[in-house]
T-cell receptor, first 111, second 117 residues
Framework: DAKTTQPNSMESNEEEPVHLPCNHS???????IHWYRQLPSQGPEYVIHGLTSNVNNRMASLAIAEDRKSSTLILHRATLRDAAVYYC????????????WGAGTKLIIKP | NAGVMQNPRHLVRRRGQEARLRCSPMKGHSHVYWYRQLPEEGLKFMVY????????ESGMPKERFSAEFPKEGPSILRIQQVVRGDSAAYFC???????????????FGPGTRLTVT
């Protein structure tokens, strides 16, 4: 299984962009990169996923390095509601979509 | 469009009792996943089901735990003879069918918080 490395925590000011890094140097060529977040006392929430090229949706952008060994989740304008634990998860195509969750990055937003 | 529903949201059981956790996937989703989360930890995969089939139960404890996803009705995670170590948040997720070579996101319910006293 591909291993991921994320900072334990990050702080950001409200209304500023946030770049959350993830290292996944052992990822295979067919693994998608998924990002989820979990707000306190809630179920996880899907954020975004991609394979090789950068991806954008209404919540965030995902920048995937050319060598696919790392990716960055970008929140363009953080709000207090974005305070959560963010998880970067490779999706191995041969494992029946079994997501392996690490410890994630706790994002703290300062007003 | 209702999201994934789980009930009950909170469940208290005494040691030795049975716990039944229910999950209704999003409309149109045929894949259901169960995860367990201990306090201050990430989620741990338990089981992956499609209608009437268990696809992958490699994360399920071999004893006391079972899961089903019948043709009609919600998916059920059943824990027999609960012990204190079973206290955790149990999350269900669902996803639509993913064509070969693609990856689908999972949509999570609010979870059931099981407390064993």
């Amino acid at each position: 299984d591909a291993k991921t490395t994320q900072p334990n925590s990050m702080e950001s000011n409200e209304e500023e962009p946030v770049h959350l890094p993830c290292n996944h140097s052992t990822i295979s060529g067919t693994d998608y990169i998924h990002w989820y977040r979990q707000l306190p006392s809630q179920g996880p929430e899907y954020v975004i996923h991609g394979l090789t090229s950068n991806v954008n949706n209404r919540m965030a952008s995902l920048a995937i390095a050319e060598d696919r060994k790392s990716s960055t989740l970008i929140l363009h304008r953080a709000t207090l509601r974005d305070a959560a634990v963010y998880y970067c998860i490779p999706d191995p195509m041969d494992s029946n979509y079994q997501l392996i969750w690490g410890a994630g990055t706790k994002l703290i937003i300062k007003p | 469009n209702a999201g994934v529903m789980q009930n009950p949201r909170h469940l208290v059981r005494r040691r030795g009792q049975e716990a039944r956790l229910r999950c209704s996937p999003m409309k149109g989703h045929s894949h259901v996943y169960w995860y367990r989360q201990l306090p201050e930890e990430g989620l741990k995969f338990m089981v992956y089901l499609q209608k009437e089939n268990i696809i992958d139960e490699s994360g399920m404890p071999k004893e006391r735990f079972s899961a089903e996803f019948p043709k009609e009705g919600p998916s059920i995670l059943r824990i027999q003879q609960v012990v204190r170590g079973d206290s955790a948040a149990y999350f269900c997720a669902s996803s639509p069918f993913a064509p070969q070579g693609t990856s689908m996101e999972q949509y999570f319910g609010p979870g059931t918080r099981l407390t064993v006293t």
